[in-house]
Nanobody, 127 residues
Framework: QVQLVESGGGLVQAGGSLRLSCAAS????????MGWFRQAPGKEREFVAA??????????YYADSVKGRFTISRDNAKNTVYLQMNSLKPEDTAVYYC??????????????????WGQGTQVTVSS
């Protein structure tokens, strides 16, 4: 079992920045692919960013809507994954969720591809 706990959400003005953290339990954290998703009211949960292993180290990929503004990273020594969010927009307002799955070498964009979820943290961007 893997338990995930997000933190770092809050209220920020448009153009501002936030850094979300997701702390994971377990001793096999480095073997997991980690993702961030978000869900706005009345909308489906959507992919934001993910990080996976590759032959050259960690590989990251992003939704087009956040590419160039958000950065996902991980610290395996701390069992933590981060989402640095810059140039925030009102449309980034949502509950942000951290997710994990065993890394089988693929690219995982769908919520159903992840096995473990955090409780979510609210991000609100005011205009």
């Amino acid at each position: 079992q893997v338990q995930l706990v997000e933190s770092g959400g809050g209220l920020v003005q448009a153009g501002g920045s936030l850094r979300l953290s997701c702390a994971a339990s377990g001793r096999t954290f480095s073997s997991f692919a980690m993702g961030w998703f978000r869900q706005a009211p009345g909308k489906e949960r959507e992919f934001v960013a993910a990080i996976r292993r590759s032959w050259s180290g960690d590989s990251t990929y992003y939704a087009d809507s956040v590419k160039g503004r958000f950065t996902i990273s991980r610290d395996n020594a701390k069992n933590t994954v981060y989402l640095q969010m810059n140039s925030l927009k009102p449309e980034d307002t949502a509950v942000y969720y951290c997710a994990a799955r065993w890394d089988s070498g693929g690219y995982y964009y769908q919520p159903g591809e992840y096995d473990y979820w955090g409780q979510g943290t609210q991000v609100t961007v005011s205009s």
